[in-house]
């Protein structure tokens, strides 16, 4: 059939009355569809400079394009991810870690990704500002100015939560920070400034809800603490970014196993809760978090063994760590089948997104690679032939 597109949106052609001067394009033989929308993915801001900056070793130099933009030969430069994304029928990517400070350099590299719009989430939650808040009693109106404040000056879509408190909480030596822990000299919960957030966004109407890091990542037997996370939503839409690696039990000899299967009967039981998976997938990448906590522990297991961790006095806190995921890892291959396990259990796909939490689990360019492992049981079947038999 024919599609009429007027101001950038599919129209009905009984409502046109210049079908004349309209521009034709011959699509024979090709499909129309909508454009996939990443909605995590990190592609901009100081983290992902930071990691072209340490890992030169992985720039593509045969790339000679626009020589006039910075890293232009770098393996995901701003030009490289805007192509590479199109060619896989993406057309909107979110980068879902833009700290406040940074916001006016994100947006300008942003805009050098050609082709897809790209958005990004401004990140609160460990900020001096909003900790003193709370400890001096700020009422949820005060709070809610300061988040509104917030995303209007960054610019943001909306509102990403790191590891709520964790940032200060690390300043004082703290090595582990759960949900209910208290911000050292603070006295306020990491649960308590999620919850003042989440209720912010909620009572200013912004359209996405916010955007939840949990505290514990890569814990062995954190499902509990994704789960809790979803229970301190009381209602409210949440959230919950990369869940692959909340995932985890504690079973076994090994003290590391899936709990997928628990992760996903209470995702099922909750609709206010959305969720992306982040799936790991074997070979070289680089971790990127603001979660200096999680980043700072692993910094040991950087492949090749270099890595960065920065810490800002009021703002927040970043970490980059090389890594290479391995088939003959026992670790590595669960944290391959629990990503895979989370797909296949959703009761309810439209709450569960695709992401590969780029480039932490896998390099974006490898979402045919998964798609291949969803969509095909015998290939997906084949590939766990290959792990550690206990997986």
């Known amino acids: 059939m024919d599609l009429w597109i007027r101001d950038d949106r599919i129209v009905d052609p009984k409502n046109i009355s210049d079908k004349d001067s309209a521009i034709t394009y011959d699509l024979n033989g090709a499909i129309t569809m909508a454009g996939g929308v990443d909605i995590h993915s990190h592609i901009a801001g100081g983290n992902v400079n930071t990691a072209r900056l340490l890992l030169p070793d992985q720039h593509r ?30 057309s909107m990517v979110v980068e879902p870690a833009m700290l406040p400070v940074n916001a006016p350099q994100v947006h300008r590299e942003m805009a050098d990704i050609p082709i897809i719009d790209t958005a990004a989430l401004a990140i609160l939650g460990s900020d001096d500002l909003l900790v003193s808040m709370l400890r001096s009693g700020a009422s949820q109106d005060q709070i809610n100015d300061y988040v509104s404040w917030t995303i209007n000056t960054t610019q943001a879509l909306g509102l990403k939560v790191i590891n709520a408190g964790g940032s200060q909480a690390f300043k004082a030596g703290v090595e582990q920070f759960g949900l209910d822990d208290e911000v ?15 209720i912010a966004v909620h009572q200013l109407g912004i359209p996405h809800p916010v955007h939840v890091h949990c505290n514990n990542l890569g814990v062995p037997g954190n499902v509990q603490t994704a789960i809790d ?5 009381q209602g409210l839409p949440m959230h919950l970014a990369h869940v692959q690696f909340y995932g985890y039990g504690a079973e076994g000899t090994r003290g590391f196993s899936s709990a997928a299967a628990q992760l996903m009967e209470a995702f099922n039981r909750h609709p206010n809760i959305t969720m992306d ?45 090389p890594y290479q995921y391995k088939k003959a890892s026992f670790v590595n291959g669960l944290q391959w089948a629990i990503g895979l396990e989370i797909f296949l259990l959703s009761g309810d796909p439209w709450r569960l997104f695709f992401t590969t939490d780029h480039p ?3 390099p974006f360019t490898r979402y045919p690679d998964l798609l291949h492992l969803l969509m095909d049981y015998d290939f997906r079947m084949a590939c766990l032939a290959e792990l550690d038999p206990e997986i």
């Open 184 to 198: 050292p000299d603070y006295g306020i919960s990491s649960r308590r400034l999620l919850t003042s957030l989440q």
């Open 61 to 90: 130099n045969h790339l000679q394009r626009q020589e006039n933009l910075p890293f232009y030969n770098a393996r995901w430069s701003s030009f490289e991810t805007g192509y590479r994304y199109t060619e896989m029928g993406y």
């Open 277 to 321: 998976v982040g799936q790991v997938l074997f070979g070289q990448t680089v971790t990127m978090s603001g979660d200096i906590i999680a980043q700072f522990s692993r910094r040991g297991d950087a492949s090749p063994h270099k890595w960065v961790m920065w810490h800002a006095e009021d703002e927040g806190s970043g970490g980059i760590v």
């Open 229 to 233: 996370t979803m229970e301190a939503a």
């Open 360 to 362: 932490n689990g896998a």
